[in-house]
């Protein structure tokens, strides 16, 4: 199953999600809706995240059976507001097993990236 065409910035080639067995894959998500990425952090963050559910949705599981984040955040000053949105948007918790690297997607503009592994009943 391909990526909802607004969480994509160009064709690339990959799945945005991969399922294997009751464990599902899904490749980065970022603040791009309609092919744009939005500006500022906050903006990109929520609609990363809301990319993030629609795949997972789209996969048949859920943000409370997500095992496992990868994420990366471009610039340390965001990383407050990062942990606030994550925080809110996985509460009550548990939360997910979590990396978070500073740095980013060769796109410069992207100032957030987030993937996920998740269970599927």
């Not at 609609?47 to 949705?57: K, R």
């Not at 095992?67 to 990062?82: I, P, Q, S, Y």
Request: with cysteine; net charge neutral.
């Amino acid at each position: 199953m391909s990526t909802p065409q607004s969480s994509s910035i160009s064709p690339r080639p990959l799945s945005s999600f991969r399922a294997h067995e009751n464990t599902v894959y899904v490749s980065g998500q970022v603040g791009v809706i309609d092919g744009k990425i939005l500006e500022g952090f906050e903006a990109q963050m929520k609609q990363t995240l809301g990319n993030l559910q629609t795949v997972l949705t789209a996969a048949g599981t859920s943000k409370e059976r997500v095992l496992k984040c990868t994420c990366f955040v471009r610039n340390e000053a965001d990383t407050t507001a990062f942990n606030r949105m994550y925080a809110e948007f996985f509460a009550p918790g548990p939360f997910p097993a979590r990396s978070t690297l500073l740095g980013g997607p060769t796109t410069l503009e992207i100032l957030v990236e987030i993937e996920a592994i998740a269970a599927r009943a």
